[in-house]
């Protein structure tokens, strides 16, 4: 769970001890669902969000090409200052699978500085996985700090599928 939600939900007085005692977690687990809104079992196993949870070295990978799937802008990933910011966590080759992904209806203007590129994507993305339909799915916004921020309509799931597949 990113840092940012431990303190939205109240609970930052509780993350190390989370961390350092197994015998706290499933506890502090049944808190966080509470404080999340979440009742009853916990939500059936969902492929993808085992994947992500699984691959941690791709996941902010992942996250930033939803958010910018999300963002519909491919002069993001076309114009050399945004593709220089994003190899912090997009290879170059990931980022011309990302390109080649992009549906062609795309199109629209960059807005942003290069700078706040990565950071406006990774929330994005966490905004995108926020709304998703599938429980579990959803639940892994929590990887990533806590974002009020845009998401398009329709659904993550076939986008995720795909950028799961091929970055």
Known sequence: MAD???HRLDLSAWQAAYGRHAALRPALDRLIAERLGHEGVPPPDDACADRLLAEADRRDALCVGLGLWAMRCPDYLLLRPFRQTLM???SQQQQTQLLALFPRTHRCEARLAPPQLATVARQSG??????ADEPALALCRLLWPHSTGPAPDGPVRPVLDKLVRWL
Not at 126 to 131: E, K, M, S, V
């Open 126 to 131: 966490a905004a995108w996985l926020a709304r």
């Open 88 to 90: 912090a966590t997009l």
């Open 4 to 6: 940012d939600w431990w």
